[in-house]
């Protein structure tokens, strides 16, 4: 066998490795992925659907989690404070995210406040 020849097999089986490694970590579960943050953009966007949050939407946005996961989504703005979902149990897993959002706590009133999910299994 020519060198040449070897050295184009290892390349391939390094190749073929290389690219068996990289799909297989795509696929791959994992316990520890993100899950709270493409939730929060989610409910985010069924709470706020044109940018100002508002408390009717909180329990469809619920649905808005992983499949296996639940989600528990709170909206505040100064001391009101809206909820929907099951707080997680004390020995549950779960993941929080949250950003800040202007919330409409009456008609023609728009408050800065705080959305925040809590993902949890």
Do not use: K, N
Not at 34 to 58: K, N, Q, S
Request: glycine share 10%; aromatic share 4%.
């Amino acid at each position: 066998m020519s060198p040449t020849a070897a050295l184009a097999a290892v390349a391939a089986i390094g190749l073929g490795l290389s690219l068996y490694a990289t799909v297989f970590a795509g696929v791959a579960p994992t316990a520890d992925r993100e899950v709270a943050d493409p939730t929060l953009a989610r409910v985010h966007d069924i709470v706020a659907p044109a940018g100002v949050a508002t408390p009717a939407g909180l329990d469809e946005a619920r649905a808005a989690g992983p499949d296996g996961w639940s989600v528990r989504v709170e909206l505040r703005a100064g001391t009101a404070h809206w909820a929907a979902g099951d707080t997680p149990a004390p020995d549950a897993a779960f993941q929080t995210a949250g950003r800040r959002v202007p919330v409409r706590t009456a008609p023609g009133q728009v408050r800065a406040g705080w959305l925040r999910v809590v993902v949890h299994r």
